[in-house]
């Protein structure tokens, strides 16, 4: 008699998040923390109040901890189309969280200080964070502007219409880039030439262009992803990614226009 060799249990396909690169997990973990000290702070701006506006205001840990925390796990993902090696992803990647680590953690002390955190200068302490702060961007502009030009000059994994929407999302995301350091350097000199309290009330002008398209770098791929998920045709999936490129491009000169006559 013989015997039938019994079959292999089937095992269950890996999950997603079996499927990320270890630099991936931390990052998202970091960001997911990231985020929530935003809510915590949006939640201490509501109990304690103090408005939504100045140097002081609890919305600067807010704003900074849910912005830097989307961006982290944003990046991360869209990273993961482009091709790098092991060694460079991890760098680049490691780098970017960390530094997203310290701008928030500076922006964090000085709102719980009470002080101004940019272009203060006052103490030993705000001074160190500050220029922590500055150079945080520095490293900022480095390792998204290295993600950028692999986005545009190297091999991308994706479906035409996913690398439009990266390349759109990495070209808005300099222009974002380029308005945050605008507004370090216009702040720079008000200080260095006696003008603090001016600092403090206009440095931020660009503030809304900053945050509108430093988003697009989620938004776009995001759109892409979705109609990929939903099974739209290729065609029907670029002409979409092509018109919210458009319509991006317009909201950001729109808000643009609306910064500047404001001052």
């Not at 840990?61 to 849910?66: A, E, L, S, V, Y």
């Not at 808005?172 to 720079?188: N, S, W």
């Not at 938004?219 to 979409?240: D, I, K, N, S, Y």
Request: net charge positive; proline share 4%; hydrophobic share 55%.
């Amino acid at each position: 008699m013989t015997t039938v060799a019994a079959r292999p249990a089937s095992s269950a396909p890996p999950s997603r998040w079996s499927r990320l690169r270890g630099i991936e997990k931390v990052c998202y973990l970091i960001g997911a923390v990231l985020l929530a000290s935003g809510v915590f702070h949006f939640g201490v701006l509501l109990v304690r109040g103090g408005g939504w506006n100045g140097p002081l205001s609890w919305r600067k840990p807010t704003t900074f901890g849910i912005s830097f925390g989307l961006t982290l796990i944003t990046v991360a993902w869209v990273a993961s189309y482009l091709t790098l090696s092991a060694r460079m992803r991890t760098w680049l990647l490691g780098v970017f969280a960390a530094d997203c680590v310290l701008e928030v953690a500076g922006i964090t002390i000085q709102a719980w200080r009470r002080v101004p955190s940019h272009f203060n200068t006052e103490t030993p302490a705000s001074t160190a964070i500050a220029m922590s702060l500055a150079l945080g961007g520095a490293v900022l502009i480095v390792v998204l502007g290295a993600l950028a030009i692999t986005a545009f000059r190297g091999r991308v994994d994706a479906a035409p219409d996913m690398r439009r929407a990266l390349r759109a999302g990495f070209a808005f995301l300099v222009i974002g880039l380029a308005t945050g350091a605008a507004m370090i350097a216009k702040g720079e000199v008000l200080i260095r030439t006696g003008h603090r309290q001016e600092a403090y009330d206009t440095a931020g002008s660009l503030k809304w262009v900053h945050g509108v398209t430093l988003h697009a770098i989620l938004v776009l791929p995001a759109l892409a992803a979705l109609l990929t998920a939903r099974e739209r045709p290729p065609a029907q999936r670029m002409g979409a990614v092509t018109i919210a490129t458009w319509a991006y491009a317009a909201a950001t000169a729109a808000v643009l226009v609306v910064s500047l006559v404001r001052g």
